[in-house]
């Protein structure tokens, strides 16, 4: 069980890319207890690379997001590493994208992106919600893109990635909406700019070695007026930007 003088922090979609480089960052600090999930761990070498050098401090558990069924088990996992200390931090990551548009995408791919992207982070903070209640700092991230910002289409994205554009909106409501019922905690949506990685592409021009510990540094100082707001790594920097 997590001490009383630990950090605790739940990251999903730790296996690679994003996640995986949230968890890197974190285990930096010896105060920080990280819960991770992958879909396979047995799989997750560098997980559990990580978790051999550091058993106390890194968790692995089996999620996968749309097996809405696992998730109330996947919580009760969580809070028995958790204990009264509860969770400090949500970083709601895991996250996929298809390259369609408006008139092209197939109705069983807007829905399976749609139960990865929205519905399965929603239920996830659900079931997190009572490990969060005892938590210090009830820090909800909601991972997003500024793909899902409906103002900044004419600047980013066009008609590219519509599936994904409309969960990350939606992903946003549901964020503000949980803002709006929760003031105790602290929930925003946080875009992470275009980052190599296989959902962003080798193209990008944002390497997640660079960008994840200035997202961190935002996350940790995040307070009350952050709640119910956007934000975006832009410039180096992390700045509001309308929905
Ligand atoms: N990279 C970018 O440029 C960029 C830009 C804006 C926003 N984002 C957002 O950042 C987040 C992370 O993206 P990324 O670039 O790190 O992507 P990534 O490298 O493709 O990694 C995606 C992660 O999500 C997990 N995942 C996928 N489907 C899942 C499911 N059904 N259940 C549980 N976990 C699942 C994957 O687990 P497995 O390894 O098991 O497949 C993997 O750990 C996403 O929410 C994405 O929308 C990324």
Redesign the pocket.
Known sequence: MAQSSATTWLV?????????EFVQNLLRDPSNVVIT????PDQ?STLQDLRSKLPQQLHILQ????DELSIPRFAKEAEGILGERGLDYLLN?????KADTPLTFKAEDFLSTF???VL?PALVLQALSPALEKGRRKVVVN?????GSISAVGKVGRQYAAT?SAC?AAFNMVTVKTACEKPEFIVYAL???????????SA?P?D?KETIPVLLKFIVASASEHSGKSWDYWGDKVQEYEW
């Open positions: 999903t979609g730790g296996n690679r890319g994003l996640g995986l999930t992958a879909r396979n997750a999620l996968d997001v749309t990551n895991a996250g996929v994208m139960k990865i992207n399965g991972v997003s893109s500024r793909l994904y990350k875009s992470p700019g275009h980052n190599k990685t296989d959902l962003g592409g990008a944002l997640p």
